[in-house]
């Protein structure tokens, strides 16, 4: 078989978990498992998490589905809400709660023949201008939902544009508005994703969103104590398929991009831009060999890639390559740092995993 598998490792899961909880502990933390689990696999991690999160929530109800249909039976937040009308009838036959973004939403809602009313979470644009009522239009909608019996019990919730940043300034704006409309609203909060989990506890409401933290990925411009903590869940690894020997000068790859500066011996490893690692990886984007520091040589291939190994002589064919996460010896490369290489964030590269990737899951006990 192809060596190229992503370890999932659901103890770090429960551990960033339990962070996020203890970084706020007077509110309910919300696992965010969208994206399939942030490419991790939502179901299992959700089965990770279960008897530890009092609710999860999904950017839509497909996703949903596939959580419930694999018999999790907590409560599920529809982040994004409902995109037509008639899935109200499945929110209603599977006890979702939904996110409530916009007019037609709310009007759909109000006029809708539900089994038991639902618990709604209405989002407030409060300065990241995507999705959300504006805030001098909140208090009128809040209160028509108040009145209305469809409606089970009202959150209000909102989306922070810069929380990652050292520069609080928008950060603060964001939250006078938002502390303003609570206090004239008598409205539970709910406000703190991963970075105002980690680092504004003044955020911090009667639920909080953390999402990608719960992966082991630091999403703080500058890393905190609190960060350091964070454990890779996912160790996208492989094995070195053959070896090469250059002369200085020889090039490696699409377009020679790479040239030896030395004799050099060049390792080719079973990954590649199809199976989700980034083709923008430059030269000298790190990866683990047998837990060593190497660097990448040469444009990423559809399926391969090519390592400097120079300095690695018990480099052989089969050894263990870390493309991030843990290796054996226990070095950490930080999907963090490898995305800053490919000038992006870990988002992309955990969410771009391909499904012809394995993953192989690992910890599951409780």
């Keep these: 078989m192809r060596p190229l598998v992503a370890d999932i490792d659901l103890d770090a899961l429960r551990h960033n978990y339990q962070l996020a909880c203890r970084c706020a502990p007077h509110s309910r933390s919300v696992a965010v498992i969208k994206a399939d689990g942030y490419g991790h696999g939502a179901l299992a991690c959700a089965q990770a998490l279960e008897s530890q999160a009092p609710a999860f929530a999904v950017a839509c109800i497909e996703e949903a589905l596939t959580l419930r249909q694999g018999g999790i039976n907590r409560p599920i937040i529809l982040l994004e809400g409902i995109f037509s009308a008639d899935e109200l009838a499945l929110v209603d036959a ?54 209305s019996p469809s409606v089970a019990s009202l959150h209000l919730m909102s989306h922070f544009a810069s929380a990652d940043a050292q520069d609080n300034r928008y950060f603060n704006q964001q939250m ?31 639920w909080n969103r953390p999402g990608v933290m719960l992966y082991g990925s630091d999403p703080l411009e500058v890393a905190n104590d609190i960060t350091r903590q964070l454990q890779p869940v996912m160790t996208l690894r492989s094995q070195i398929i053959a070896l090469r020997e250059l002369e200085a000068g020889e090039p490696v790859g699409y377009s020679g991009r790479w040239r030896a500066q030395r004799r050099s011996r060049i390792a080719v490893v079973a990954c590649g831009y199809g199976d989700g690692y980034d083709r923008h990886a430059r030269d000298g984007t790190p990866v683990l060999v047998n837990g060593q520091r190497c660097a990448i040589a040469g444009k990423v291939s559809m399926d391969m890639l090519t390592v ?59």
Aim: charged share 20%.
């Design 94 to 147: 599977h006890g979702f709660w939904i996110a409530v973004h916009s007019q037609w939403q709310v009007d759909a809602l109000l006029a809708a023949t539900l089994q038991a009313p639902i618990p709604v979470w209405l989002k407030v644009d409060s300065g990241m201008h995507r999705l959300g009522f504006a805030i001098d239009e909140a208090a009128a909608i809040w209160r028509q939902l108040s009145d």
């Design 176 to 206: 006078t508005r938002l502390k303003g409309l609570a206090s004239e609203l008598d409205a539970p909060l709910c406000l703190a994703n991963s970075p105002a989990t980690l680092a504004w506890p003044v955020s911090h409401g009667d």
């Design 308 to 366: 400097d190994v120079t300095d690695v002589p018990d480099a052989v064919i089969g050894s263990d390559v870390v493309l991030w996460g843990r290796a054996s010896n226990g070095e950490v490369l930080p999907v963090d740092e490898v995305a800053r290489y490919c000038d992006t964030i870990s988002y992309t590269l955990l969410t771009g995993v391909l499904p012809r990737v394995p993953r192989r899951y690992h910890g599951r006990s409780v």
